[in-house]
């Protein structure tokens, strides 16, 4: 059974930083790559990052290069996003999904076939 749970989020100040986690359970990291995506209240899906534990392949949206790391933990089958230096807008619901092929191919929803329930993040003062 296939499943992934995010955790780590929460409310945090203006230049904070939080550490998410994507637990996955019932397949191996090396055989899919994890993306990250985030939506705020009227707004669409936004694809964030990506990382493959088979290619080493990474992927990051402009607007959180330099701020955003995601890495993982092969023996643990976890992904994280450790997210620095946050801004109000960063604020919305963040999703791991588990991508059809081992590679980071890009942030389109199709490539993604199983999604986390998310776990929000509310970056304000």
């Known amino acids: 059974q296939v499943q992934l749970v995010e955790s780590g989020g929460g409310l945090v100040q203006p230049g904070g930083s939080l550490r998410l986690s994507c637990a996955a359970s019932g397949f191996d990291l090396m055989n899919h790559a994890i993306g990250w995506f985030r939506q705020a209240p009227g707004k669409e899906r936004e694809g964030i990052s990506c990382?493959?534990?088979?290619?080493?392949?990474?992927l990051y949206a402009e607007p959180v290069k330099g701020r955003f790391t995601i890495s993982g933990d092969k023996a643990k089958n976890t992904i994280f996003l450790q997210m620095d230096s946050l801004k109000p807008e960063d604020s919305a619901v963040y999703y791991c999904?588990?991508?059809?092929?081992?590679?980071?191919?890009?942030?389109?929803?199709?490539?993604?076939?199983?999604w986390g329930q998310g776990t929000q993040v509310t970056v304000s003062s």
């Open positions: 999904a588990r991508a059809h092929y081992y590679f980071c191919s890009g942030f389109d929803p199709d490539a993604y076939g199983s």
């Open positions: 990382g493959s534990m088979r290619d080493a392949s990474i």
